[in-house]
């Protein structure tokens, strides 16, 4: 009787602990396997990051791959809303990479808190929350409840250099 | 004599207790016969909303009917423009549903702060604002002077499952 | 000996209060022989800007010149990438005058925030940051560094009026 109340209150705490553990967004990076990259400085009189207050803008950002280059074109058309998705997937670690530059920790982040996702699509084309959702499952991955956010997913006409997607993000920092 | 100066302050006592009143949000939409819906909650890692300090970030909402339905197509060939802006008006609804949800009463908004109205149309439609106006009257019918906010309205190329218009909103509440 | 010391102190002085001047704003646009516009009303439930806390939201904006007229078409076909980011400059200007009206003194303004700017154009032009660089330009030539803001640049299927671009932007104020 003792011991199966003792073996309970162990399992208890470790359940506890696991729970109140807080979500450590830099090793969810690690073990999702992403590496952030160095962000680059705009060559012109804007900034990729302001903070106010509480609160850090970010510029939009796009679909930037580690040797520089971005994934570009139009979905419906040059890319599937999988392809398109992983544009979305790959826009976010450009941001957080951003971000990571911004704040040197990861973890001082309280809360993704808006996004504007506008998708580089053709006329007909209706699932751009399909492909948002390649951002916004990265975010929950890596941040947990903190990274649930408020989103609009738009289909744009043109976007810089053809990209097939650009994100701009408002976060909640400590 | 004595009695006009009583009656000027009574009048006078009436008038100001009716200017200093303050608008009741709840009590407008009852008179206007809006009835708010229960807000869905989205099927993807993203909210309708975010709290940060006083200010509610709610994500693009679209004119969704009480039955669940969309308004959709575009203003200038599918939809007039009074037909677009009765769509804004639809959003303006669903958006107070999300927003109801999250306060509780609506007679905590401090102020609508800025909206962002995203209006689904052909190239050459040029008459979004008479669009959005559609959701702007009913916001100052609901909120009164708290209802005045800043505003920005453009044509877009595509926006999910087709629908008419996505309106993003940001709103200061106590 | 003293003679060069005193001399250098005295240089290196000057140096300092030269440096350490705030950026008069007001005096900026002088110099730039920009005359800031009176701001209009708009002819609907909305405003030109919300003030909560120390930021200022403000609407979105169009090239309007001193006649009350704008700059209108799309950028690629009707107008350069030179034409663009002159219009954007414009709405630069349009937007001071706006935030003056507010403030009452620009050197009120603690940074320049967010800036989303939205750039009527084909559907394969892709210079939209060489357009609004006309207007981070002259932000930061009126208030320096503050002027350096989080930005999106993006292409448009249609805008009010057919303007040429529409610009939001968030400033902090003391």
Request: glycine residues 8%; charged residues 20%.
């Amino acid at each position: 009787m003792k011991k199966t109340f003792t073996l309970i209150t162990v399992l208890t705490l470790l359940t506890l602990s696991i729970i109140a553990q807080p979500f450590d967004p830099e090793k969810r990076l690690n073990e999702l396997g992403i590496e952030l990259m160095t962000p680059t400085k705009p060559m012109a009189n804007y900034v990729k990051a302001v903070r106010t207050g509480n609160l850090i803008f970010l510029s939009g950002h796009g679909p930037s791959k580690a040797d520089g280059s971005l994934i570009t074109g139009k979905v419906g058309r040059d890319l599937t809303t999988e392809q398109g998705a992983a544009a979305a997937r790959q826009t976010a670690i450009s941001l957080l990479s951003t971000l990571k530059g911004e704040l040197g920790d990861l973890s001082k982040v309280r809360r993704v808190v808006k996004v504007l996702g506008m998708v580089n699509c053709t006329e007909t084309y209706t699932d751009q929350p399909k492909v948002m959702n390649g951002f916004s499952d990265l975010m929950v991955q890596v941040f947990g409840d903190k990274g649930k956010h408020a989103r609009s997913a738009v289909g744009m006409y043109a976007l810089p250099s053809n990209m097939a997607i650009e994100i701009e993000m408002i976060v909640e920092v400590e």
